[in-house]
């Protein structure tokens, strides 16, 4: 799909659409691949370069460590359940919260 943007003196004046608006200084965008994008971890800038504007991403799309670790922690209930019984239960939490952030340092 085809897609369009104005762009001014001081660099982009709107989204990318689908057709050019009125007046002068709408330029063809190419789109980029968004195929593996993170919107939690990667931004999506624009940049003229000649007679089209560039569409980049930029960062990765590995998850911060926190996104990683939130996955691996055991769950509200368990943690509740943990904390409830308290001892060798809550201890045995502590392990496992300790294993993944030392699996996915900061």
Request: charged share 30%; net charge neutral.
């Amino acid at each position: 799909m085809l897609m369009f943007m104005k762009w001014g003196e001081n660099g982009r004046e709107s989204y990318p659409q689908s057709s050019p608006g009125d007046g002068d200084g709408w330029y063809p965008v190419i789109v980029a691949d968004k195929k593996d994008y993170n919107p939690v971890t990667q931004e999506i800038t624009y940049e003229k370069s000649g007679s089209v504007i560039v569409e980049k991403i930029l960062g990765s799309p590995e998850g911060a460590y926190w996104q990683k670790r939130k996955s691996e922690y055991p769950s509200v209930e368990e943690q509740l359940d943990a904390i409830w019984k308290g001892g060798e239960a809550m201890e045995e939490m502590r392990r496992k919260f300790m294993a993944v952030k030392a699996k996915y340092p900061k």
